[in-house]
């Protein structure tokens, strides 16, 4: 658990978040500052999560495929009733900016871009960059669609 979760965080963290906060400092033990951080956070998860659920979680989100018997995902969305709220971080190498580019190309939504240095956990960091994207999604009669899934020309 400890080592999934330093491998994790090295991932949704943005390499320029890790270099303004640590560069190549070390503590009064001679450790990174990096290394002491990921620790840090590594013990805290392999003390409070479930193994077992980690990786059915992990198996959960690799396996999921919303296209699979529906003609694929373009299929799949064009079918979707409920309208759609696209948004992705500038930063987050997980979940890469263009993915989100191209969901919102399928949906006829438009792609809300939150500027953070926090990688994937961006979405986490910039609560008001946030609140302001859910507050035009729920405003929004249709949020963003037509209810016949065309793109809303008013946005």
Do not use: W
Not at 140 to 153: C, F, I, L, T, W
């Amino acid at each position: 658990m400890a080592l999934a979760r330093r491998m994790a965080q090295i991932s949704y963290r943005s390499e320029q978040e890790l270099q303004d906060r640590f560069a190549a400092r070390t503590g009064p033990d001679g450790r990174f500052e990096v290394a002491s951080y990921l620790n840090h956070h590594a013990d805290k998860l392999a003390h409070r999560f479930d193994a077992g659920t980690y990786v059915t979680l992990t198996r959960a989100m690799m396996t999921q495929d919303i296209g699979r018997g529906r003609g694929g995902h373009a299929a799949a969305l064009r079918t979707c009733p409920v309208p759609f709220t696209v948004a992705g971080v500038d930063s987050d190498r997980l979940y890469p900016l263009r993915l989100q580019s191209d969901l919102a190309a399928l949906t006829g939504a438009p792609l809300h871009v939150i500027r953070s240095r926090s990688g994937h956990d961006g979405f986490l960091t910039e609560a008001d960059q946030v609140a302001a994207i859910v507050r035009s999604a729920l405003a929004a009669p249709s949020g963003g669609r037509s209810p016949r899934g065309a793109p809303n020309s008013t946005r």
